[in-house]
C-alpha cells in the first residue's frame, strides 16, 4: 500500500514539473513581445528649445530670490536664538541636579564620619560587660555652616562662565 502511495506522488510531481516548465517557457516568450510592442508604441520626444526670459521676468525673480533670502536669514537668526535659550535651560538643569547631588554626597559623608566616630570611641573605651542599659543620645556634632550660593560655587569648581 506503501508502494501505491508513493507512486502517486511521483506521478503528481512530474505533473506539477511538467506545468512549470510550460510556464517557464511561455514566461521567456512574454517579454520578447512586449520589448516590441513598448518600443513600438512610445513615442519619440523632441524637446524644444526654452525662450529666454524678459527683463520684467528677470527683475520679478530677483525681488522673490531676495525676499527669500530675507526670510531665510530671519529663520537662521530665531533658530539661534532658541538653541541659545534651549543651552541655558539645559546649563542650569544640569547645576541643578549636579547641586542636587553634591547635597547628598555631603549628607552621606556625614553619615559615615558619624559612624566612624562612634567607632572610635567604641575602641578606645575596654570592653567590659554592661551591669546596665543605659540609652545615651547619639553625639550632636554642631559644626557652622557656611551659607554658600551652590551656583557660584558649581559655576567656579567646573569654571563655567
Request: glycine share 0%; proline share 7%.
Amino acid at each position: 500500500m506503501s508502494d501505491l502511495v508513493k507512486q502517486t506522488k511521483k506521478e503528481k510531481m512530474e505533473q506539477l514539473n511538467k506545468q512549470l516548465k510550460d510556464l517557464e517557457s511561455e514566461a521567456e516568450e512574454a517579454p520578447e513581445i512586449k520589448e516590441k510592442e513598448i518600443a513600438e508604441v512610445e513615442p519619440i520626444k523632441i524637446e524644444k528649445p526654452k525662450r529666454p526670459r524678459s527683463q520684467a521676468q528677470i527683475k520679478q525673480f530677483e525681488k522673490v530670490y531676495q525676499r527669500k533670502m530675507e526670510e531665510a536669514n530671519k529663520r537662521k537668526v530665531k533658530r539661534a536664538q532658541e538653541e541659545k535659550e534651549e543651552k541655558e535651560q539645559l546649563e542650569k538643569k544640569l547645576i541643578e541636579k549636579a547641586i542636587k547631588l553634591k547635597k547628598k554626597q555631603i549628607n552621606r559623608i556625614k553619615v559615615i564620619e558619624e559612624l566612624s566616630e562612634d567607632e572610635e570611641v567604641i575602641k578606645e573605651s575596654p570592653v567590659k560587660p554592661p551591669t546596665q542599659y543605659i540609652n545615651k543620645p547619639a553625639p550632636v556634632i554642631n559644626k557652622p555652616i557656611k551659607q554658600v550660593d551652590p551656583y557660584e560655587a558649581f559655576r567656579l569648581k567646573f569654571k563655567i562662565i
